[in-house]
């Protein structure tokens, strides 16, 4: 389907920084470079925005999130809100199969590269995917299609957030910090998740809010 081709390309470009924050995104001329009819860059369009990968301003049309950093600690006070509650919940109504998908989750990540050479000193895409799959497979247990659609559009805000800024966890032992969730989530000790999943998303917050008169870049050579 048309549109979804177009849904996808538009998607990975925003991600991979191909348009910089508060960029306009002009049907015409995206109709133009797919070679697809208005009506179908505008239904893709209508998707990215409720993926929150774009805006619909008003008389304006549509365009990339501008991602001040007020909005960088509005998404980041949201996480820090909804995904440790969420976690509770999937500690408690989670069962061996939801146990068994956060082994395999934990597994895929631990046993992934972080960092890929020919891909620059940012996080590799296999990585990404995998660290996105490992915090929603903690969540999914949660049994609420509606609290995993919030994580869905949080998560994707607030990586287009990391992407597009320089930081990428120096010093941040992913590794053991991701464990002790894994560990503390299967062991089914609330406390002790919800209390991991706050630590590990306040570290993460913390590196991109600390500097409030940094702007937001797309990666080198994107």
Same mark, same amino acid.
């Given at each position: 389907?048309?549109?979804?081709?177009?849904?996808?390309?538009?998607?990975?470009?925003?991600?991979?920084?191909?348009?910089?924050?508060?960029?306009?995104?002009?049907?015409?001329?995206?109709?133009?470079?797919?070679?697809?009819?208005?009506?179908?860059?505008?239904?893709?369009?209508?998707?990215?925005?409720?993926?929150?990968?774009?805006?619909?301003?008003?008389?304006?049309?549509?365009?990339?999130?501008?991602?001040?950093?007020?909005?960088?600690?509005?998404?980041?006070?949201?996480?820090?809100?909804?995904?440790?509650?969420?976690?509770?919940?999937?500690? #408690?109504?989670?069962?061996?199969?939801?146990?068994?998908?956060?082994?395999?989750?934990?597994?895929?990540?631990?046993?992934?590269?972080?960092?890929?050479?020919?891909?620059? #000193?940012?996080?590799?895409?296999?990585?990404?995917?995998?660290?996105?799959?490992?915090?929603?497979?903690?969540?999914?247990?949660?049994?609420?299609?509606?609290?995993?659609?919030?994580?869905?559009?949080?998560?994707?805000?607030?990586?287009?957030?990391?992407?597009?800024?320089?930081?990428?966890?120096?010093?941040?032992?992913?590794?053991?910090?991701?464990?002790?969730?894994?560990?503390?989530?299967?062991?089914?000790?609330?406390?002790?998740?919800?209390?991991?999943?706050?630590?590990?998303?306040?570290?993460?917050?913390?590196?991109?809010?600390?500097?409030?008169?940094?702007?937001?870049?797309?990666?080198?050579?994107?």
């Amino acid at each position: 389907m048309l549109s979804e081709q177009v849904h996808a390309h538009l998607r990975a470009a925003i991600m991979r920084g191909d348009f910089a924050p508060g960029d306009a995104l002009k049907p015409q001329d995206l109709a133009r470079e797919q070679g697809v009819s208005l009506a179908v860059v505008r239904e893709a369009l209508v998707r990215i925005v409720g993926e929150g990968l774009a805006d619909r301003l008003p008389n304006r049309g549509f365009a990339v999130p501008a991602l001040s950093h007020r909005r960088r600690q509005e998404i980041a006070e949201a996480r820090r809100t909804i995904e440790p509650v969420v976690l509770r919940l999937s500690v #408690e109504r989670g069962d061996v199969g939801w146990e068994a998908d956060v082994r395999a989750a934990g597994h895929r990540l631990a046993r992934t590269p972080a960092f890929v050479p020919e891909e620059g #000193e940012y996080y590799g895409e296999a990585w990404s995917e995998a660290h996105r799959v490992f915090h929603r497979t903690l969540l999914a247990g949660c049994g609420n299609p509606v609290l995993l659609e919030t994580f869905d559009r949080l998560w994707t805000a607030s990586e287009l957030a990391r992407r597009w800024s320089a930081y990428h966890g120096p010093g941040r032992d992913h590794l053991a910090e991701h464990r002790r969730l894994e560990e503390a989530a299967v062991a089914r000790d609330a406390d002790a998740a919800a209390g991991e999943l706050t630590r590990h998303l306040t570290l993460t917050a913390d590196g991109l809010t600390s500097a409030p008169g940094k702007e937001l870049r797309p990666k080198a050579g994107r």
